[in-house]
């Protein structure tokens, strides 16, 4: 193996790795905003519903209307399981989200995935192909070559 095969194996794994890293923090980022965002609204949704029911009252018993606005209490102070439930809320709320942003980044996952585990010309060619979108979605995102703006349509 001579010396210039050597720096192309490196970088191509390099690139491989850097891509890799990229969605999968990509994936992390967005996954622990969804988990924020489900929790939330499950605990919104659940004081709405003790609010609601607290409101109308189906029976005549005094103990039904005390206990509904007991739980009304528990909601809006986060009690009465709420730490359960936001905690299963927001793990799928994370499952949810890094999975939806993985299958955003379907093209970048599987260049930087084949660069690593592929050998030779291939993993120099898929390394090549990860840097070329890589460097092409990065001069769209930050400098806006090659955006279609919306309001031009």
């Known amino acids: 193996m001579n010396?210039?095969?050597?720096?192309?194996?490196?970088?191509?794994?390099?690139v491989g790795v850097a891509g890799l890293g990229a969605v999968l923090y990509d994936a992390h980022q967005y996954g622990k905003i969804q988990a924020k965002t489900y929790g939330k609204n499950q605990m919104a949704n659940s004081a709405c519903d003790a609010y609601m029911d607290s409101k109308t009252l189906n029976s005549t018993s005094t103990i039904d209307s005390k206990l509904q606005q007991a739980r009304l209490n528990a909601e809006l102070k986060g009690g009465l399981f709420g730490g359960i439930r936001n905690g299963f809320a927001q793990a799928k709320g994370y499952i949810a989200g890094a999975f939806t942003s993985l299958a955003e980044n379907i093209v970048p996952l599987a260049l930087s995935a084949s660069t690593l585990?592929?050998?030779?010309?291939?993993?120099?060619?898929?390394?090549l192909a990860t840097a070329v979108y890589s460097g092409a979605r990065a001069a769209t995102a930050a400098f806006g070559i090659g955006k279609i703006n919306p309001l031009n349509k």
């Open 3 to 14: 010396v210039s095969a050597g720096i192309t194996k490196v970088l191509a794994k390099g």
């Open 117 to 127: 585990v592929t050998k030779g010309k291939a993993s120099a060619i898929l390394g």
